[in-house]
């Protein structure tokens, strides 16, 4: 009997020998919003998928991290090097990046340097054709810097030769994306909004299952190469109408919005930051960008991959769904470099460390050390912790509003309110790192060992680090040094209670994933 199966050295993926061999697709941004749904569809599909990801431990709680037709490759788009392994050999390329979550002015001279040298190493090893997914808008003068920006990348890409197919997109309506997540703050906690005049211009929003769908179908399509195709949902409507869209999907009344002129897209952004858990560094080219007309010029990419596109109502009715039920997939919140952590050792640092033994396993307890954060709260005294949000919020910081992608799974990388996951051992410790405003850097630990005179009982060590930055630093410190024994010592004492009640109800199965130390 004969094996029909053989095996790619290169890729360390199986190959069907009763067919042509499939090359590879190299996805970039796969940590990202679109790029970490876009990969499974892939492999379901039959592509094998190489994906470039500066960190690799980002995916490891992706439920397709296994899949034998994968390979991850650990590299920045700006290292030429091995953008040139990770693109030799493939037969496309989606070009998924985008530096809008850089702070200030700089997302868009950072787009175009990554925009050359994705496309010059294009060239370099004979890839066949990029895939990118732009911004959908009117062509001509008046563009936002935002989709300015978009149209400049899609150039680029095309300079050196390559055929670049072109996807332009407005406003994807999926859990967990930028701009719903605006949509869905601004609808859920404002009854009355005075809002842009833009709330009168016409968008034709896309669910993000139609998104994919036509990412994944391109790539058998020979007439989408080389070609720019404007994709967008069933419906169009004016973003006053979404607005009331969003509110009956939320079973709230009807919003009473008023436009004025005087609203400029900077003061928009301000107010995008304060009451939605995006900064204004986010907000401000996404509202600048809701000035320009963003409807379909054409209906050339349903005919040529046709599919039943989702109304705006419905689109918004599953992103809820996907909300409800814990399973967002990917979350705007996740994507972006991860910080490096701050050099502990030399100069000073302040600790608040604390212990405290459980009479549970130590998988018990990392289960209730994992529910910090989002609706669940902080254990104690989640009032001073909301005041400190709001804090945060208005001088800038992701401040509480965040919340977390997922109340059960805690993952390497996720953003928990204003802490960022930078390290996590199941059943053994969690790392937070402080993404709030501070004149410092903070970090906040939870260490589980077992004891070995009596079992099952474990030590929980909860330990909070700050590095101040000067004197404003040591004085934060000190100021907030008095609600330490409310905030702390009320966290490790409910983390225990909850330990003790998870124990009771013989419910203490973990779904973190492994990762390593």
């Excluded at 067919?19 to 492999?43: D, H, M, Q």
């Excluded at 609203?263 to 301000?270: A, K």
Aim: glycine share 8%; aromatic share 6%.
């Amino acid at each position: 009997m004969t094996d029909d199966k053989s095996f790619d050295s290169q890729d360390g993926m199986e190959k069907d020998t009763k067919t042509n061999r499939i090359e590879p697709v190299l996805v970039t941004g796969a940590t990202g919003y679109i790029g970490g749904r876009l990969v499974s569809r892939l492999l379901d599909t039959g592509y094998p998928v190489r994906c470039l990801v500066r960190e690799p431990r980002k995916l490891e709680s992706r439920v397709w991290i296994d899949h034998p037709q994968l390979k991850v490759i650990k590299g920045n788009a700006s290292d030429r090097e091995t953008l040139h392994t990770a693109a030799s050999g493939c037969s496309a390329a989606f070009y998924l990046i985008h530096s809008m979550i850089v702070a200030g002015k700089t997302y868009r001279e950072r787009d175009q340097e990554l925009a050359q040298i994705f496309a010059q190493t294009a060239k370099d090893v004979n890839l066949p054709r990029i895939i990118y997914l732009g911004g959908l808008g009117e062509t001509g003068d008046g563009l936002s810097r935002h989709l300015e920006s978009r149209r400049e990348v899609e150039t680029t890409l095309a300079s050196t030769g390559v055929p670049v197919t072109v996807l332009r997109a407005a406003m994807i309506i999926g859990s967990g994306s930028a701009s719903f997540e605006i949509l869905r703050y601004l609808v859920e906690r404002l009854p009355v909004m005075v809002t842009p005049k833009w709330v009168s211009t016409d968008s034709q929003p896309i669910a993000i299952t139609n998104v994919l769908h036509y990412l994944v179908t391109c790539l058998d399509e020979p007439n989408t190469i080389g070609r720019t195709l404007d994709i967008g949902g069933a419906e169009v409507m004016t973003y006053r109408e979404i607005m009331q869209e969003m509110a009956r999907a939320l079973g709230v009344r009807r919003r009473l919005i008023m436009p004025v002129p005087v609203l400029t897209p900077r003061l928009s952004s301000l107010w995008i930051h304060l009451v939605t858990p995006l900064s204004q560094h986010i907000a401000r080219p996404l509202a600048e960008g809701l000035k320009n007309r963003v409807v379909c010029r054409n209906n050339d990419a349903h005919q040529l991959m046709p599919q039943r596109l989702l109304g705006i109502r419905e689109a918004i009715e599953e992103a809820l769904t996907a909300r409800q039920t814990d399973n967002v997939e990917t979350i705007w919140s996740d994507a972006g470099p991860m910080p490096g952590d701050p050099d502990w050792a030399g100069g000073r640092v302040f600790v608040d460390r604390r212990e405290v033994e459980i009479d549970t396993s130590p998988s018990t307890v990392f289960r209730a050390v994992c529910k910090i954060g989002g609706g669940h709260g902080y254990y104690a005294a989640d009032w001073l912790w909301r005041i400190r949000g709001w804090m945060d919020r208005l001088v800038g910081g992701p401040g509480l509003r965040r919340g977390r992608r997922n109340s059960q799974v805690v993952t390497y990388g996720q953003a928990l309110d204003f802490w960022r996951v930078t390290g996590i051992e199941a059943d053994r410790s969690l790392q937070l790192r402080a993404e709030m405003k501070l004149p410092g850097e903070a970090q906040l630990s939870f260490v589980i060992e077992p004891c070995e005179s009596k079992s099952p009982r474990c030590r929980l060590i909860q330990t909070a680090r700050f590095k101040p930055r000067g004197l404003l630093g040591m004085a934060y410190w000190y100021a907030v040094l008095p609600l330490h024994r409310i905030v702390f010592s009320g966290m490790i004492k409910g983390i225990r209670r909850t330990a003790h009640t998870i124990q009771a109800k013989g419910n203490h199965k973990v779904r973190v994933p492994q990762t390593p130390a």
